[in-house]
């Protein structure tokens, strides 16, 4: 029954891996979005879909590519991992893009680059 | 840029009120947020108010907001243990894209 979920929850890898997250939500909304909390617990968003398109894309180097095979998936790849992205990335999900539509999160991945 | 500042820590004991005040730059946003993460867990919207409004009570909840002090505070009476988590104020930004930009989240410690 979970409303978003994201896979895995824990990842641990090396520096100049490729790595992926996945993120699903059962909610049928048309908005996904990616964030990315520090380890000071900092909040950002990184990418926002709405029916697959891209709609905010923040400056987020371009190592990262969002992409949504469907309005259900919302997935991210990491190229070349740095240290510095080691952090945990949350996936969001609202009914539509617009202000004042709540937003659901998932639990998050945690990502330890060594 | 528009920008949202809350206070790092709160500690209170159980049974006693505990406000979290936030301050933000863009007062264009139609709604203002605050967001509850426990430990080890994703987000949660716990209340928002409409920025035409002054204050909004829900339960045990009070939100005040002062817009020409660009100001915004989430009280909790009689907080509990359960209540520990850190607390996000958010603001949409004036933006139609469902962009939030948050506060660097208030960590409330509810002691016994």
């Known amino acids: 029954d979970t409303a978003v979920s994201q896979t895995p929850k824990y990842l641990v890898t090396q520096m100049g891996n490729d790595k992926s997250i996945k993120c699903e939500q059962n909610?049928?909304?048309?908005?996904m979005y990616w964030y990315k909390q520090d380890s000071k617990k900092f909040l950002k968003i990184m990418f926002s879909?709405?029916?697959?398109?891209?709609?905010i894309n923040e400056t987020v180097p371009n190592r990262f590519s969002p992409k949504s095979p469907d309005k259900a998936h919302l997935n991210l790849h990491i190229n070349s991992l740095e240290l510095g992205d080691s952090a945990v990335y949350f996936c969001?999900?609202?009914?539509?893009?617009?202000?004042?539509?709540?937003?659901?999160f998932g639990p998050g991945t945690r990502l330890t680059v060594t | 840029g528009e920008d949202v500042e809350q206070s790092l820590f709160l500690s209170v004991r159980e049974g006693d009120s505990s406000v979290i005040n936030c301050t933000y730059t863009?007062?264009?946003?139609?709604?203002l947020y605050w967001y509850k993460q426990e430990p080890g867990a994703g987000l949660q919207l716990l209340t928002y108010?409409?920025?035409?409004?002054d204050m909004k009570q829900d339960q045990r909840l009070t939100v005040l907001l002062n817009k020409k002090d660009k100001h915004l505070s989430l009280r909790i009476a009689d907080t509990q243990t359960g209540d520990s988590a850190i607390y996000f104020c958010?603001?949409?930004?004036?933006?139609?894209?469902?962009?939030?930009?948050f506060g660097q989240g208030t960590t409330l410690q509810v002691k016994p």
């Open positions: 969001a999900s609202s009914q539509a893009a617009g202000t004042g539509e709540e937003q659901y």
């Open positions: 909610l049928g909304h048309d908005t």
């Open positions: 879909y709405n029916n697959k398109e891209l709609i």
């Open positions: 863009d007062s264009s946003s139609t709604y």
């Open positions: 108010i409409f920025s035409n409004m």
């Open positions: 958010a603001d949409p930004s004036g933006s139609n894209t469902g962009k939030l930009i």
